[in-house]
């Protein structure tokens, strides 16, 4: 009995009920969703640390170099929708739809 997984498997058998997933696999389950949910918000600050950075950098530039031209805009209104679009993947939808992590 030792060394031995006392909990059934997970396995679905043609014609047979499908027996419930063991504790242990449901725990493993959702640490690896929690972990992937981290991972994608710890990229999206990133990605907003990089933003704001680098649209310092543009406007500082453009101050600089054409201070009656303004061209630094058009970088920061584009790079704000993709970084939009960013944000409501990784807060708004992040639990529906597919799950990426998972091993099926």
Known sequence: MEGRNPLPEAVARPGKRRERMPMEEKFEQSLSF??????????FYKHLFVFVAANLVLLFANLAATPHQPWFQWPLIIWSGVLTGHGIRVFVFSGKGRFYGSKK
């Open 34 to 43: 929690t972990r992937v949910k981290v991972q994608r918000k710890l990229g």
